[in-house]
């Protein structure tokens, strides 16, 4: 029987299509292809605070903070949340909102002015998030808590809220979301009456849904267009639309036919989807655009750890490259509290580097934290010329190199060039896991496992930084066998 649509499951869907269908429907074999969730990731899962009850408390110090009584039982817990609104309570924490086969529980209700089926007053929704922004699924979660709310109050909330860590509430303007939230809830009340989503296969498939495999198993045996790096839902549905569905149907289309024919369809992005379908058929390398990489004096690779339940960095991890030597050089905080002195050591570093220099990193994410830290913290001219030097790697591939690889994040391209990860720790929730750990125990042995982790990813971008100065310099299209299997190429004659 189909469970009832809970505020989870927007982001779960907005993850991956298939969770929430197959945390319901899956099958006995199916079962067996789910990966376990850590603890941690359960925790993450929410998107909450470890100390979210603390952090209630501290946001609303000096006002009275009721807590709704909890209940396994959904509806008498609705019931006893009821009251508390019915009584004119100013806050109402963890209470239970029950309509139909929905059934949502708001972080906290805040009473405002206004007229309701309760009085001269209605509720509002406030969440309690540890992202720094406010993100598309907390949005479409408040949206789902305020028509909870209409349908139990009869007042449709204009504003929803997101408390964040810092204490700061930003407001959502929920009547701007309502059209786009009714078709995804559309979808998503297929799928928990039983109606599987077309394939789809995304990298937070792997890493973020525990139904990855299932994804992956179902888009393969289809051989579905799903697989194309970089094809959103969009252009997947409109070249569903236009019968192109299969990996053999994107490699041969003909773009100047379907240029146009569908939104988001224009020539450039179905010419790299073709070749794309290409590169997976053939296991082709094809360099469509030149890369250049020019190689000053020195040269740093840089990337940030960091424990997104605490919206904290803890380790700034740089590989520093001359022509006479690599030498690994992290800074590191040993606990949340020393974020602040980790930053000033790495203001303090930055601040000494001899121009010209530049900075390889694999992704925005960098850039992002380095704005949030300075924030927090404070900048400096050194930080100024550190962010002005930044090469976002992923960038200049991702527009430059098809790769047969159905993602391409970092891992995956310099898996796919022959590097290997030495240690324990295999990714970067991994790393919060061990962190987090870290920081209960204090054993050392669980911080140089993170520091191993770091140093390999570091070193992972300057093996792709150096296959991209070697074999991506022109037009080329590189078959198997590969001539970079086993012959990595050096820069600045670094030795392994």
């Not at 969009?234 to 569908?262: C, F, N, Q, Y």
């Not at 004096?297 to 339940?309: A, G, M, N, T």
Request: proline fraction near 5%; glycine fraction near 8%.
């Amino acid at each position: 029987m189909p469970s009832r649509l809970t505020a989870t499951d927007y982001y779960k869907y907005l993850q991956c299509p298939h969770w929430p269908y197959y945390d319901r429907w899956a099958t006995p074999e199916e079962e067996k292809l789910k990966r376990e969730l850590t603890k941690n990731e359960l925790a993450r899962l929410e998107d909450g605070l470890a100390h979210e009850a603390q952090v209630v408390k501290g946001l609303f110090k000096g006002q009275e903070v009721l807590k709704a009584k909890q209940d396994k039982d959904a509806e008498r817990a609705a019931a006893a949340t009821l009251e508390l609104m019915r009584s004119g309570a100013k806050l109402i924490y963890q209470g239970t909102l029950v309509s139909g086969d929905w059934v949502g529980r708001p972080d906290l209700l805040r009473r405002v002015n206004g007229h309701s089926s309760l009085g001269e007053w209605f509720y509002e929704p406030l969440d309690v998030k540890s992202s720094s922004q406010v993100q598309k699924y907390q949005v479409f979660q408040l949206m789902f808590y305020a028509v909870l709310l209409e349908r139990v109050q009869g007042q449709f909330p204009a504003r929803g809220y997101i408390l964040n860590k810092e204490g700061l509430e930003q407001e959502v303007e929920l009547g701007e979301y309502v059209a786009e939230f009714e078709k995804l809830t559309e979808d998503l009340e297929r799928v928990v009456a039983g109606e599987k989503p077309d394939p789809v296969y995304r990298k937070s498939c792997v890493d973020t849904g525990p139904w990855g495999e299932c994804c992956f198993k179902d888009a393969y045996a289809k051989q579905d267009i799903a697989l194309l790096f970089n094809v959103d839902a969009r252009k997947l549905k409109a070249l569903r639309e236009l019968r192109i569905r299969t990996l053999e149907d994107a490699a041969g289309m003909d773009v100047t036919d379907l240029d146009g024919r569908a939104k988001g369809l224009r020539a450039h992005s179905l010419e790299v989807a073709k070749l794309q379908a290409q590169s997976l058929l053939r296991q082709q390398v094809i360099v469509r655009k030149p890369v250049t990489l020019g190689t000053p004096p020195l040269e740093i690779h840089f990337d940030i750890e960091s424990d997104p339940p605490n919206d904290t960095d803890y380790l700034l991890g740089c590989l520093v490259r001359t022509p006479d030597e690599e030498t690994y050089k992290p800074f590191v905080a040993r606990k949340l509290a020393d974020e602040g002195k980790m930053w000033r050591e790495f203001l303090d570093w930055v601040d000494g580097l001899p121009l010209p220099y530049h900075v390889i990193h694999y992704a925005s994410y960098e850039h992002v934290r380095l704005d949030i830290l300075e924030r927090r913290y404070g900048g400096s001219a050194g930080l100024e010329r550190f962010r002005a030097n930044m090469v976002d790697l992923k960038d200049l591939v991702v527009h430059s190199v098809v790769f047969p690889e159905y993602f391409y994040g970092l891992k995956y391209l310099a898996k796919f060039l022959g590097y290997a990860w030495r240690g324990q720790v295999k990714g970067g929730g991994q790393s919060v896991d061990v962190f987090e750990e870290f920081i209960k125990t204090g054993d050392d042995n669980l911080l140089d496992q993170i520091l191993i982790y770091n140093e390999d990813d570091v070193r992972a971008t300057a093996v792709l930084a150096d296959w991209c100065r070697v074999y991506a310099t022109d037009l080329s299209v590189h078959q198997k066998p590969y001539p970079w299997v086993g012959n990595r190429p050096l820069l600045y004659g670094a030795k392994d």
